[in-house]
């Protein structure tokens, strides 16, 4: 049975415009910047994208137009991705850690028209292979700072972009809505493509109705609320931040968590206290194996308690998966 507090709509931007309306006030994600943690209510999100996609739409993104997103997990290129599926465009996020070339492929190969660039480092790899990519007509950049020497008339400041969409939303209040009305759950949410370790990266065409499904099973299970908190630090090109950081976010309404930068995650971690972690098993081992060290250089006492504890989840660990003790 579907949880009556999950939104029910069948796109993620419905899903938006449900949690700005009955999750207003709440947190919806966070970022930490020169180390306090910046937050937008739900309320205030809807507002961001709609600016964003009214932006877009200024320049000329038409529905069917693929979306390119570069960067580490940033809360503007959360929304940048939500406002190209309220325009009923295709979102392409992008591994941070691609090499300009890598990068082109993708953007050829998914024939991307805008691309969105969190900082200089992204859009540097950006104008290297534009010219090699004719469909690629607008870069947007979220960080101005280095970027003041840069006068190409297709580099467009992401604060710029939301004032020209504030003016045209102001022009037609009734744009913005009609364009996420359009939109249907069998309609295409976004590509992810593989990393290529193995050969040229594949696009996995995702729908609104496969991942809103997963992703409703997943919170289900999980039982998480509209309460609750997850730290974003997985890459956004991965399938797994898609569905459990973004998908999940809008169906359930809680709040995204975005670190500073990777070498601040675990403090970043404890300070949220994320309600639920998701991560592969390369992550969980390093995790143990930090534990483990710092255990070794504890004191006597610290010691005792941590080796004790760890003897009693070892014995109790597995049975609480497989169900056999409740834990309340």
């Known amino acids: 049975?579907?949880?009556?507090?999950?939104?029910?709509?069948?796109?993620?931007?419905?899903c938006l415009l449900d949690q700005a309306q009955r999750?207003?006030?709440?947190?919806?994600?966070?970022?930490?910047y020169l180390g306090i943690w910046q937050t937008w209510t739900w309320s205030e999100v809807g507002e961001e994208v709609r600016a964003l996609a009214c932006g877009l739409a200024a320049k000329g993104f038409q529905r069917g137009d693929k979306l390119a997103l570069i960067g580490d997990n940033r809360p503007r290129l959360y929304w940048s991705m939500s406002a190209a599926q309220c325009l009923g465009g295709i979102p392409v996020p992008m591994y941070q850690?691609?090499?300009?070339?890598?990068?082109?492929?993708?953007?050829e190969h998914?024939?991307?028209?805008?691309?969105?660039?969190?900082?200089?480092?992204?859009?540097d790899k950006l104008l290297e292979i534009k010219d090699r990519c004719p469909k690629l007509e607008f870069i947007v950049y979220c960080d101005?700072?280095?970027?003041?020497?840069?006068?190409?008339?297709f580099l467009i400041d992401l604060e710029s972009l939301q004032k020209d969409g504030r003016e045209l939303n102001t022009k037609q209040q009734s744009f913005f809505?009609?364009?996420?009305?359009?939109?249907?759950?069998s309609d295409i949410a976004c590509i992810l493509y593989t990393s290529g370790t193995t050969g040229n990266p594949k696009g996995v065409v995702l729908s609104y109705e496969s991942l809103i499904k997963t992703a409703t099973?997943?919170?289900?299970?999980?039982?998480?609320?509209?309460?609750?908190?997850?730290?974003?630090y997985l890459p956004m090109a991965w399938v797994g931040d898609n569905l459990f950081s973004y998908s999940e976010s809008y169906i359930v309404g809680f709040c995204v968590n975005c670190p500073e930068n990777s070498e601040t995650v675990l403090n970043d971690m404890r300070e949220i206290g994320p309600s639920y972690f998701f991560a592969p098993p390369r992550i969980f081992e390093n995790l143990l194996t930090a534990v483990m060290i710092r255990m070794e250089d504890a004191g006597a006492l610290k010691r005792r308690m941590f080796h004790y504890f760890m003897a009693v989840a070892k014995r109790t660990g597995t049975r609480i998966l497989d169900g056999e003790y409740m834990v309340h």
């Open 1 to 14: 049975m579907v949880n009556t507090a999950y939104s029910s709509a069948e796109t993620f931007p419905r």
């Open 23 to 32: 999750n207003s006030g709440k947190p919806a994600i966070r970022e930490k």
């Open 97 to 107: 850690d691609s090499v300009a070339d890598e990068l082109q492929f993708v953007v």
């Open 110 to 123: 998914a024939e991307v028209r805008f691309a969105v660039a969190e900082n200089q480092e992204q859009v």
């Open 144 to 153: 101005p700072r280095g970027m003041r020497g840069y006068s190409q008339e």
């Open 177 to 185: 809505i009609d364009e996420v009305e359009k939109g249907k759950g």
């Open 217 to 232: 099973n997943a919170a289900e299970w999980d039982n998480l609320t509209e309460d609750g908190n997850v730290l974003a």
